[in-house]
C-alpha cells in the first residue's frame, strides 16, 4: 500500500487491525447520484445501517491529494453539496490525486480504494456495465474490468434497465466474475426486482455467500464478487412504466450526443426528473438494504476468518 496516497480513518484503520468487519462506500452516488440533501442524510443514514448490522462503514472519496478511507459526517456534507466535484473511474484516479482535486469515487474507483485498503466487501446501490448500442459506441463501464481485477465483493440491486442486461452479464462471464443472488434466482434490474434473466448461482444466507467468498479467495482467483440484491418489494416500481421512461432517456442521449464519463449521469438524471419524488424514495430503500446485507457479509467473513 502506498501510505503517501492513501489515508485511512482513524476508526477504520483500528477495525481493520482488530478484524472488526469494515464495509466500505461509494461517493459517485452521493456526489453525483442523488440531490441535496437527500443525498447526505442517505449517506448518513447508510452508515447508521451498517453499524446497526455490526460492521463499520467507510466512504471513499477523493481529497487533497489522498484517497480517503472513511469520511468524517463533515467531509460526507462537503461531498454533497460540492459542486465540482470530479466523477473519478480507475482512469482518472491519476490527475484527482496529482492535481489535489475534490473527486467522488464510482464502483470501479471505491473497489481500488477498498482493496489498498484490505476492505472486502462494498456496498452501492448500482453498477456501471455495457450500455445499449453498445455496437455503435463501445461504452461499456470500467466497474466491469475492476469486478474481474480488484478482490473486492460489490453488494449491489442490480444494474439499471438503462444498460444492456444481457450483455452485461456476458461480459461478466468472459471475464470471470461470480455473480450471486441473494435470496433471488432472477437478476434484479435496481428499480423493479426483476429483469427475466436467470442467475446459475443463488444464495440464502450471508454465510453462504461467506463460504464462497472464502473459497474464491483459497483459490487466489483475481478480481470480485458481485451479489444481487433485490430492491424490497414494497419500493419497487413498475417495469413497463419503468421501460418507457429509459427508452426516452436513451434515445434523448443520442439526440444530444451524450457520451463517455457524461452519460449514466445523464441517464440517471433524466429517470429522476420523470419519475420525480418515487424513483428517488426507492433509490434510498434499496441502498439501504444493501447495507444491511452488506453488513452481515461482512460479519460472516470475519467469524469464518
Ligand atoms: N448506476 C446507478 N447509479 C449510480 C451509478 C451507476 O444506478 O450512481 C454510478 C456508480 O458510481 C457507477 C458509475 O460506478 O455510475 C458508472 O459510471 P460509468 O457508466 O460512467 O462507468
Ligand atoms: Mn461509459
Given at each position: 500500500?502506498?501510505?503517501?496516497?492513501?489515508?485511512?480513518?482513524?476508526?477504520?484503520?483500528?477495525?481493520?487491525?482488530?478484524?472488526?468487519?469494515?464495509?466500505?462506500?461509494?461517493?459517485?452516488?452521493?456526489?453525483?447520484?442523488?440531490?441535496?440533501?437527500q443525498n447526505e442524510e442517505t449517506a448518513l443514514n447508510v452508515e447508521k445501517e451498517i453499524r446497526l448490522n455490526?460492521?463499520?462503514?467507510?466512504?471513499?472519496?477523493?481529497?487533497?491529494?489522498?484517497?480517503?478511507?472513511?469520511?468524517?459526517?463533515?467531509?460526507?456534507?462537503?461531498?454533497?453539496?460540492?459542486?465540482?466535484?470530479?466523477?473519478?473511474?480507475?482512469?482518472?484516479?491519476?490527475?484527482?490525486?496529482?492535481?489535489?482535486?475534490?473527486?467522488?469515487?464510482?464502483?470501479?474507483?471505491?473497489?481500488?480504494?477498498?482493496?489498498?485498503?484490505?476492505?472486502?466487501?462494498?456496498?452501492?446501490?448500482?453498477?456501471?456495465?455495457?450500455?445499449?448500442?453498445?455496437?455503435?459506441?463501445?461504452?461499456?463501464?470500467?466497474?466491469?474490468?475492476?469486478?474481474?481485477?480488484?478482490?473486492?465483493?460489490?453488494?449491489?440491486?442490480?444494474?439499471?434497465?438503462?444498460?444492456?442486461?444481457?450483455?452485461?452479464?456476458?461480459?461478466?462471464?468472459?471475464?470471470?466474475?461470480?455473480?450471486?443472488?441473494?435470496?433471488?434466482?432472477?437478476?434484479?434490474?435496481?428499480?423493479?426486482?426483476?429483469?427475466?434473466?436467470?442467475?446459475?448461482?443463488?444464495?440464502?444466507?450471508?454465510?453462504?455467500?461467506?463460504?464462497?467468498?472464502?473459497?474464491?479467495?483459497?483459490?487466489?482467483?483475481?478480481?470480485?464478487?458481485?451479489?444481487?440484491?433485490?430492491?424490497?418489494?414494497?419500493?419497487?416500481?413498475?417495469?413497463?412504466?419503468?421501460?418507457?421512461?429509459?427508452?426516452?432517456?436513451?434515445?434523448?442521449?443520442?439526440?444530444?450526443?451524450?457520451?463517455?464519463?457524461?452519460?449514466?449521469?445523464?441517464?440517471?438524471?433524466?429517470i429522476k426528473e420523470k419519475t420525480t419524488g418515487e424513483s428517488l424514495v426507492s433509490n434510498i430503500e434499496l441502498?439501504?438494504?444493501?447495507?444491511?446485507?452488506?453488513?452481515?457479509?461482512?460479519?460472516?467473513?470475519?467469524?469464518?476468518?
Amino acid at each position: 500500500m502506498n501510505l503517501k496516497l492513501i489515508e485511512v480513518k482513524a476508526e477504520v484503520a483500528q477495525a481493520l487491525k482488530n478484524g472488526v468487519p469494515v464495509v466500505a462506500l461509494e461517493s459517485t452516488i452521493i456526489s453525483h447520484g442523488m440531490p441535496y440533501p437527500q443525498n447526505e442524510e442517505t449517506a448518513l443514514n447508510v452508515e447508521k445501517e451498517i453499524r446497526l448490522n455490526g460492521a463499520i462503514p467507510a466512504t471513499i472519496a477523493v481529497m487533497n491529494g489522498k484517497i480517503k478511507i472513511g469520511l468524517t459526517a463533515e467531509e460526507l456534507s462537503l461531498f454533497a453539496q460540492a459542486k465540482d466535484v470530479m466523477k473519478l473511474s480507475r482512469r482518472d484516479l491519476p490527475q484527482a490525486l496529482a492535481e489535489k482535486r475534490m473527486g467522488a469515487t464510482t464502483v470501479a474507483a471505491t473497489m481500488i480504494g477498498a482493496a489498498m485498503a484490505g476492505i472486502e466487501v462494498f456496498v452501492t446501490g448500482g453498477i456501471g456495465g455495457v450500455h445499449r448500442g453498445v455496437e455503435e459506441t463501445w461504452d461499456v463501464s470500467a466497474d466491469l474490468i475492476e469486478l474481474a481485477t480488484s478482490p473486492v465483493t460489490v453488494v449491489c440491486a442490480g444494474a439499471k434497465a438503462i444498460l444492456d442486461l444481457p450483455k452485461t452479464m456476458e461480459y461478466l462471464e468472459t471475464f470471470g466474475v461470480p455473480v450471486v443472488g441473494y435470496k433471488t434466482t432472477e437478476l434484479p434490474a435496481f428499480y423493479t426486482r426483476t429483469s427475466g434473466i436467470e442467475l446459475g448461482n443463488s444464495v440464502n444466507s450471508a454465510e453462504e455467500l461467506a463460504r464462497q467468498i472464502a473459497t474464491k479467495r483459497q483459490l487466489e482467483l483475481e478480481g470480485g464478487v458481485l451479489v444481487m440484491n433485490p430492491i424490497p418489494e414494497a419500493f419497487s416500481m413498475d417495469a413497463n412504466a419503468m421501460e418507457l421512461i429509459i427508452e426516452e432517456a436513451v434515445n434523448s442521449a443520442k439526440e444530444q450526443s451524450v457520451s463517455g464519463k457524461n452519460l449514466t449521469p445523464f441517464l440517471l438524471n433524466f429517470i429522476k426528473e420523470k419519475t420525480t419524488g418515487e424513483s428517488l424514495v426507492s433509490n434510498i430503500e434499496l441502498v439501504k438494504n444493501n447495507a444491511k446485507v452488506g453488513a452481515q457479509l461482512a460479519v460472516a467473513l470475519a467469524e469464518l476468518r
